[in-house]
């Protein structure tokens, strides 16, 4: 391993990282992933997206035939409020166009390693990078279990505590207040026959809770809790907290389960901190892709789509790079840090917005109101957190107008 020199190291192989890899040795590029895990487990992550995943899944090789094995269609998330009100999203579902999903992880990320397999893309699975070394003379050098890995460029696909991002310099502390994700599933007694059902999206004080229908008869939970949380996860764990949680989850005549009682199938995986900022998502011999490259909040943030987009746009200037041969790679690296921020600046400032309305309990009822009374208003806000339309649209001031207008 001390001499081998690789066009592209991949630190991580979760679905950035293999859809990263399947797409570089498609085009030739020699490419290897490193990933700690030897096996694929289940990790803190979102399971529910609106159809441009899908669509991302799609564009990066993904046969319709596994897409539609890993997912469950879902009409629409229902977003209830502390305050009673109810407001159905159905990203155009109800206008003609693909529902939202809720995917399987457990069958789709081995289906993106099996991509990029297939590619050509090399997968070491049970090996740590300890360190990462970028910005020398000669290529970057990754230090592993069994020796050194060097690449020409090393991509950080290792989620929000990227070491990557680190060994860059880039990675910032969030500006959000500390924030811990639970997620797991459990059993959905529903024959399967049964017509899809809706998501909801439950906001409690300081937390909010996602319960989406996924394949192989579950459902998943997903539990975001705030800083008031902390000392009762410390002290009573992850388990006693998220029931005492669901507990004041309000009951609806279409619940399959009792939310808080339901027998859960797999462990309850966390994640702190939830967002991540850095501030540049490439240099010469770097870049970051998926959660690595900057993820603000999983209420409205699509995190996967976003993460197949990033791939995307990597997968298209990383060969620029390095076909410079020797030659500052700093062009294609600023490129696709410039696509990047183009692409996503508009929905952090939406994201943003939604922040500033969850944190004041009684503006957002007002702007949960609104979105139940005004159907086209709705309709074009459940397209942009879907990331259907350009963001830039729910931040015209006159869409904020017809939003906040008595």
């Known amino acids: ?57 799609v564009r990066a090789g993904v046969p319709a035939a596994t897409v539609d094995a890993v997912t469950r269609p879902i009409p629409a998330m229902r977003l209830e409020t502390p305050g009673g009100s109810m407001v159905r999203l159905t990203y155009g579902a109800d206008h003609g166009g693909p529902p939202a999903v809720g995917f399987d992880r457990s069958a789709l990320d081995p289906a993106l390693e099996r991509l990029a397999l297939e590619a050509g893309a090399i997968i070491r699975r049970g090996v740590t990078a300890h360190d990462v070394q970028l910005g020398g003379p000669g290529p970057a050098v990754l230090r592993l279990d069994d020796g050194d890995l060097r690449a020409r460029i090393v991509v950080g696909a290792d989620g929000t505590h990227s070491s990557v991002a680190r060994a860059a310099g880039v990675a910032r502390t969030p500006r959000l207040p500390p924030r811990v994700g639970l997620t797991w599933h459990v059993a959905d007694p529903r024959p399967p026959t049964d017509p899809p059902s809706d998501a909801r999206l439950v906001v409690a004080p300081d937390a909010y809770l996602g319960l989406a229908p996924v394949p192989g008869a579950r459902l998943n939970i997903g539990v975001v809790l705030g800083p008031s949380w902390r000392a009762a996860l410390a002290r009573d764990g992850a388990a006693a907290t998220v029931r005492r949680v669901l507990s004041d989850v309000p009951t609806r005549d279409d619940d399959p389960v009792s939310w808080a009682d339901a027998t859960i199938c797999d462990r309850i995986a966390g994640a702190s901190p939830l967002g991540v900022r850095v501030t540049s998502r490439a240099g010469p011999d770097w870049f970051l892709v998926g959660d690595a490259a900057g993820f603000l909040d999983p209420f409205t943030g699509e995190g996967l789509n976003r993460a197949l987009v990033s791939t995307e746009l990597a997968a298209r200037a990383i060969p620029a790079a390095l076909a410079r041969d020797g030659r500052d790679k700093g062009p294609a690296a600023g490129a696709y840090d410039r696509s990047m921020r183009r692409g996503f600046a508009a929905k952090d400032a939406v994201s943003w917005l939604v922040q500033s309305f969850l944190a004041h309990p009684r503006l957002f009822e007002y702007v949960a109101r609104r979105l139940v009374e005004r159907p086209d208003v709705r309709a074009t806000m459940g397209l942009v957190m879907g990331d259907l339309i350009p963001a830039s649209r729910a931040l015209d001031p006159r869409f904020l107008a017809a939003l906040l207008a008595p």
């Open 1 to 57: 391993m001390t001499r081998e020199i690789v066009d592209v190291a991949i630190v991580g192989a979760g679905p950035a990282g293999t859809t990263l890899a399947a797409a570089l040795a498609r085009r030739g590029v020699e490419v290897v992933v490193v990933e700690r895990s030897p096996t694929w487990r289940w990790r803190a992550g979102g399971v529910f997206t609106s159809p441009a995943a899908v669509a991302a899944l």
